[in-house]
């Protein structure tokens, strides 16, 4: 049986790609096949962190529009993460995993707060740790976050698992012959303005030389087929 190529990796998955089909709220048969999904990378001896978005529930900068401060529509969009990050831990839990959520503001009836190295240690004791609220911080992304927790604990990748199946020079829905990339490096994203991840987190993974891998989760048997190396969707390094 083939090793797996990385040791300890972040997935970040999308508020979106939890809703599936229906596009809002929460659905019960994706999480369930990523949590399967993840067991089985668990169960190889991979180490795995999540960051979870929350547009399936709010978006701040778009959803709040002009009707309020991007401060208060951010800690919106932190509060939407954490119903997803529960959701996700209790679907893992009942999958036999053993979960943490931390989250980046306090909440700690509900949540343990981030500290990094309590996140390693769960890491090392084979939890799969879920980082709820991004950074903590307004006018950050939760892409940002994927970015800045991968770095701070020291994972190999990050795994994009959206819901589209890599990078294209355009928007594949709107351009039917727009160009799927293998292999792209993270400063031809940023100059071609790509919809990878947002520029801040692209700019911090090439700073800290983690490699981005961008597949659908539409599949979540994705998940072990990046992690076993198998060339599944754009790859962003170099």
Not at 201 to 223: C, E
Request: hydrophobic share 40%.
């Amino acid at each position: 049986m083939n090793k797996p190529k990385y040791k300890r990796v972040l997935l970040k998955v999308s508020g979106e790609a939890l809703a599936g089909d229906q596009k809002r709220g929460l659905n019960f048969d994706v999480l369930e096949s990523v949590a399967q999904a993840v067991k089985e990378c668990v169960d190889l001896g991979i180490q795995i962190g999540i960051v979870v978005g929350g547009g399936n529930f709010w978006r701040g900068l778009k959803d709040g529009g002009d009707r309020m401060g991007r401060t208060r529509a951010d800690h919106m969009g932190m509060l939407a993460t954490t119903i997803n990050a529960r959701a996700l831990a209790v679907v893992m839990e009942n999958n036999g995993l053993n979960v943490r959520v931390q989250t980046g503001i306090d909440m700690t009836k509900i949540a343990e707060p981030y500290i990094g190295q309590r996140a390693i240690r769960h890491l090392e004791k084979g939890r799969v740790v879920i980082f709820a609220c991004g950074t903590g911080n307004p006018f950050f992304s939760t892409d940002t976050a994927a970015a800045l927790r991968a770095a701070e604990i020291g994972a190999e990748a990050i795994l994009l698992a959206k819901n589209i199946d890599g990078v294209y020079d355009s928007d594949p829905n709107v351009n039917p012959d727009a160009k799927k990339f293998d292999h792209i490096t993270y400063k031809e994203v940023l100059a071609r303005g790509l919809a990878v991840m947002d520029s801040t987190a692209t700019s911090l993974s090439m700073d800290n030389h983690i490699p981005v891998l961008v597949f659908a989760v539409k599949d979540p048997s994705n998940i072990k087929k990046v992690l076993m190396g198998e060339k599944i969707g754009t790859v962003v390094e170099g």
